[in-house]
């Protein structure tokens, strides 16, 4: 099998997985075939933001930039921000393109260690030339019309192919995006990927879990969360907090798929089924999202009982937790009294509880949920339930 791997320099992510695809194709017994994109010539395509980063408001920017630095950390990768980023790398990408086989993966590792490691100016031309010229390259061959025009159509194809970002890994026409899912591609070619860490001691008294009922990876870590807890032997805090009220807060879209490209949607909802596969979980896209949770909240306030059971309610059997009668039958069903818990949602206190949540939240930094308080550490993401488990190790 060939896994196809669409990278641009530009990306700090796609530099992690470019030190990690060797080694995965090793175990797997697989070649891979690297094909350089022009990640802007993909945004373009899909008609997305040039840099998406710059729409993100300032907990998501300061999110994002912690995870880049945890994850080059565990991935043991040599990295530093370039105060530069983002470059513009047409230049280099096309003397990545006007090569072939090992010379390409020999450039394309010369060019990362330029942008990421040595923080370079890959836009000054007396930093690619002895660049090239070690690889066998001159600066001509950049401007060779024909390497211009191969870039530009592998960028349109891989568009073509759903391709929205990267690193995007491609097997047999199925796509993933991310680094942080080559486990999933190992995976789809046969492999056995270890994904979170063995248990150990640790020091750790609880952690705190952030979430909302509307968001289908709130429900994927909520599956987890109270295994990994309970298998590192540490207390379990559900803090329910209202997800809107967060976005409002921060400065982020109410829902933000909607704001996403076509290809980007329609990967997210395959994502979501990967994760629920991954985890061995039922799911099902609830048919009356995007939901208003706040009574689901405050009663998974007064009985955090409740939390698997509207879990399962909204993201495997579909019910509108809009409705508050159908959210009384679904706690009835589970064994709890529905009415009693649905009634005392109106008491100010708990309110105010469930308010006072999403505050601590936003106070955190946290940008989104799930998010998983270790310490005074913060992970987002029901995709970074591994580091939470690593954060444990103390």
Not at 33 to 54: M, N
Not at 147 to 174: H, I
Not at 293 to 322: C, F, H, M, Q, S
Request: include cysteine.
């Amino acid at each position: 099998m060939t896994v196809r791997f669409y990278y641009d320099i530009v990306c700090p992510y796609a530099y992690i997985a470019s030190l990690r695809v060797e080694e995965m194709a090793a175990r797997t017994g697989t070649s891979i075939e690297w094909c350089p994109v022009l990640l802007g010539g993909l945004f373009r395509e899909h008609e997305t933001a040039d840099v998406p980063a710059s729409t993100y408001s300032p907990a998501k920017a300061a999110m994002g930039a912690t995870d880049l630095l945890r994850e080059a950390q565990a991935c043991s990768a040599p990295f530093l921000p370039n105060p530069r980023h983002p470059q513009r790398t047409v230049t280099a990408m096309r003397l990545i393109t006007a090569t072939q086989g090992q010379a390409r993966i020999s450039i394309t590792k010369a060019l990362y260690q330029a942008y990421w490691v040595d923080n370079s100016d890959i836009n000054d031309l007396d930093v690619l030339r002895p660049i090239a010229e070690s690889h066998g390259l001159s600066l001509a061959d950049a401007t060779r019309p024909e390497v211009k025009t191969r870039l530009r159509e592998n960028t349109a194809l891989a568009a073509q192919r759903g391709v929205f970002g990267v690193p995007t890994f491609e097997v047999d026409g199925t796509l993933w995006w991310g680094q942080d899912r080559m486990h999933l591609v190992e995976q789809a070619l046969g492999g056995d990927p270890i994904y979170l860490p063995s248990v150990q001691a640790t020091s750790v008294g609880h952690i705190k879990f952030f979430h909302d009922f509307s968001s289908p990876y709130s429900y994927l870590a909520a599956t987890q969360i109270r295994h990994l807890a309970t298998s590192w032997g540490v207390r379990l805090e559900w803090r329910p907090i209202l997800l809107g009220a967060l976005f409002r807060t921060i400065g982020t879209a109410n829902i933000p798929i909607f704001t996403f490209g076509e290809a980007r949607r329609a990967y997210t909802l395959r994502d979501l089924t990967d994760w629920a596969d991954w985890w061995n979980v039922p799911f099902h896209f609830n048919p009356h999202f995007p939901m208003r949770t706040v009574t689901a909240g405050r009663v998974a306030i007064l009985e955090p009982k409740t939390t698997p059971d509207i879990y399962k309610a909204a993201w495997v059997d579909g019910v509108d937790l809009n409705n508050d009668e159908a959210l009384v039958e679904v706690l009835n069903q589970a064994g709890h009294d529905g009415n009693s818990l649905v009634s005392a949602t109106q008491d100010p206190a708990i309110k105010a509880q469930l308010r006072g949540n999403t505050e601590a939240a936003a106070s955190a930094g946290a940008c989104g949920a799930p998010t998983i308080m270790v310490g005074n550490q913060i992970f987002w993401g029901q995709d970074r339930l591994n580091r939470v488990s690593e954060a444990l190790r103390v």
